[in-house]
Nanobody, 116 residues
Framework: QVQLVESGGGLVQPGGSLRLSCVVS????????MAWYRQAPGKQRELVAS???????YCTNSVKGRFTISRDNAKTTAYLQMNNLKPEDTAVYYC??????????WGQGTQVTVSS
């Protein structure tokens, strides 16, 4: 099994920044893929950004130029650096990971609120 723990959410004013972290633990040899999703009230969960084991990254259009996904050297911690936050970025942010042994693991989520 794989466990994911997110941290770094909170309340921030528009234009501010936050950095989310996701630590992966459990039984695996390697983490192949990690991603950040978000779900706003009344909306479907959406993919925000992802990173592969070869460090190829993807960001959805609405956050390009503002959000950056990265991983540590051990590739067991993913980060989402969020700059120039907007009220529409308000959501619960979830970490997602695929390992060599387990597909589709989710974290418990961390709330990000952008409000003045």
């Amino acid at each position: 099994q794989v466990q994911l723990v997110e941290s770094g959410g909170g309340l921030v004013q528009p234009g501010g920044s936050l950095r989310l972290s996701c630590v992966v633990s459990g039984s695996f040899d390697s983490i192949i893929y990690m991603a950040w999703y978000r779900q706003a009230p009344g909306k479907q969960r959406e993919l925000v950004a992802s990173i592969r084991s070869d460090d190829w990254t993807y960001c959805t259009n609405s956050v390009k130029g503002r959000f950056t996904i990265s991983r540590d050297n051990a590739k067991t911690t993913a980060y989402l650096q969020m700059n120039n936050l907007k009220p529409e970025d308000t959501a619960v942010y979830y970490c997602f990971a695929n390992s060599d042994k387990t597909v589709g693991s989710w974290g418990q989520g961390t709330q990000v609120t952008v409000s003045s």
